[in-house]
């Protein structure tokens, strides 16, 4: 089946600082999506991306289908910001669809 | 307007009894989605409901059943509970069985199996 793998794994920033998570997927798909997932288990999803780039406040995200990766970009980070990034990838099959997770990115924003 | 509501939020279970998770979809949506969610890993895909059918399945054992009602709740069942069960249990809802839009996941039930 296809791979979803993100990276990094782990991910320690000073507030304000920049960074870059990587998805990276093995096969052609329908859709991609960025979630966050709180400390208390739930999941809001950030993006549905497919394909080009969107931004909405200081984060962006870009998909760039025929390489088969996507980047989210959080810019100026806040603590809030802490927690953890999964890719979901999204394949359209007879009757219905699976949505398929990477193992995500952890991430702890410091004051 | 309510989301993904799940219930219960915890449960506690010994090896060899069976539970009941309960998710109710957000207004609007008619097909379900449950995850298995191990600590520290990324949410699996278990199975997909429909016009009440199984649609999709993903790798996981016969004693993981659901159902889906006419008014588009749901319930995941699972017999002969095992230690490695234990887990965070999500339930996602969307309009219709297309690619993803409007995905949109309960807060979960965590299931401990002792």
């Known amino acids: 089946g296809i791979q979803v793998e993100q990276s990094p794994p782990d991910l320690i920033l000073q507030e304000g600082a920049n960074s870059t998570l990587r998805c990276n997927f093995s096969d052609s798909v329908n859709n991609l999506q960025w979630f966050h997932q709180n400390p208390w288990g739930q999941l809001i999803n950030l993006f549905y991306?497919?394909?080009g780039t969107k931004q909405n406040g200081r984060l962006s995200a870009t998909t760039v289908a025929t390489e088969r990766y996507s980047l989210l970009y959080i810019s100026s980070s806040q603590t809030t910001d802490s927690g953890v990034y999964f890719c979901?990838?999204?394949?359209?099959?007879?009757?219905?669809?699976?949505?398929?997770f990477g193992a995500g990115t952890r991430l702890f924003v410091k004051a | 307007d309510a989301g993904v509501t799940q219930s219960p939020t915890h449960l506690i279970k010994t090896r060899g009894q069976q539970v009941t998770l309960r998710c109710s979809p957000k207004?609007?949506?008619?097909?379900v989605s449950w995850y298995q969610q191990a600590l520290g890993q990324g949410p699996q895909f278990i199975f997909q409901?429909?016009?009440?059918?199984?649609?999709q399945r993903g790798n996981f054992p016969d004693r993981f059943s659901g159902h889906q009602f006419p008014n588009y709740s749901s319930e995941l069942n699972v017999n002969a509970l095992l230690l490695g069960d234990s887990a965070l249990y999500l339930c996602?809802?969307?309009?219709?069985?297309?690619?993803?839009?409007?995905?949109?996941f309960g807060s979960g039930t965590r299931l401990t199996v002792v």
């Open positions: 409901y429909y016009e009440e059918e199984e649609r």
């Open positions: 996602a809802s969307s309009p219709g069985t297309g690619t993803g839009y409007g995905y949109t």
């Open positions: 979901a990838v999204v394949r359209g099959l007879r009757g219905g669809f699976k949505t398929i």
């Open positions: 991306i497919p394909s």
């Open positions: 207004s609007g949506h008619d097909t």
